[in-house]
């Protein structure tokens, strides 16, 4: 057991958890005698500067150097004259605030105050009297309905939502597609050559072409072997050699 113990410590590169595992450093300066720092030496000059010799880098926005214009000036002077504490508009409470609101007040009165229940529901203190003051509560049918009715035209907001969603994203995707497959241009959509003369004469058929071809032939082949006959059975119409075929 001990000699294994003994292997296990003298393996190279072991770690064990009980030593530190700090690499040794031998910079070899035991024989350097290190330089005396500039603070301490009395050879130095007596005012020695720390500073940066670079200039600062300068601020990527520079100050407004003009003054405020006059129009702009009069304009927040009486926006602060109209909003002391800053934009905060009224808002509309529902009725579980309401009485949420008449919780508070009947629980402790002297911590929530008007004062403190307007600066936390962001009313405003007479409205706080008012709904502190009012002791109607509609019935329990009437609160269903009214719960009833906030929850579908929640419903019906969230599916609107939804829809829009989904119309936007079918459409993105069809453009896509689009984009990926661009549609072949339609007969009705091709340019068209203009032409003086009819289609007909134009445009022949493969078997006029065929037919043209072959008179051709016919003539150049009698020509060539001296046969009147040929010459004589082909008939080429001169309108025919002519066209464009």
Same mark, same amino acid.
């Given at each position: ?12 590169g ?22 005396t &720092? ?7 000059a ?11 880098s ?7 150097v003009? @003054?405020?214009p006059?129009?702009w000036?009069?304009?927040r002077?009486?926006?602060k ?12 409470? &529902?009725?579980?605030a ?20 307007? %600066? ?6 007479e ?14 049918e009437?609160?269903g309905?009214?719960?009833e ?21 079918a459409q993105? #995707? ?9 549609? @072949? ?7 068209k050559?203009? +032409? ?17 071809l ?8 009698g ?7 040929v ?5 080429? %119409?001169?309108?025919? #050699? +002519?066209?464009?075929?």
């Amino acid at each position: 057991m001990s000699l294994r113990i003994h292997r296990m410590l003298s393996i190279p590169g072991r770690r064990l958890y009980s030593q530190q595992h700090i690499p040794p450093r031998n910079w070899q300066l035991a024989g350097h005698v290190p330089p005396t &720092s500039l603070l301490f030496d009395d050879d130095a000059a007596p005012v020695i500067d720390l500073s940066e010799d670079e200039p600062p880098s300068p601020p990527n926005k520079c100050p407004a150097v003009a @003054p405020t214009p006059e129009q702009w000036r009069r304009h927040r002077e009486q926006i602060k004259k109209t909003f002391p504490d800053g934009w905060n508009p009224t808002r509309k409470v &529902s009725r579980d605030a309401m009485d949420g609101l008449r919780s508070l007040h009947a629980f402790d009165k002297d911590t929530f105050s008007c004062a403190v229940l307007a %600066d936390k529901f962001k009313i405003s203190p007479e409205a706080v009297r008012r709904i502190l003051r009012s002791k109607w509560e509609p019935s329990r049918e009437k609160r269903g309905r009214l719960a009833e009715r906030e929850r579908r035209s929640r419903e019906e907001w969230i599916a609107k939502r939804r829809q829009e969603e989904k119309d936007r994203a079918a459409q993105i #995707l069809s453009e896509a597609r689009q984009d990926d497959n661009p549609r @072949p241009h339609s007969r009705s959509s091709r340019v068209k050559p203009r +032409t003086s003369s009819s289609s007909s004469d134009v445009y022949p058929s493969r078997r006029a072409k065929f037919k043209i071809l072959c008179d051709i032939f016919r003539l150049v082949r009698g020509i060539y072997l001296h046969d009147p006959i040929v010459c004589a059975n082909a008939k080429v %119409d001169k309108r025919r #050699l +002519t066209c464009h075929c």
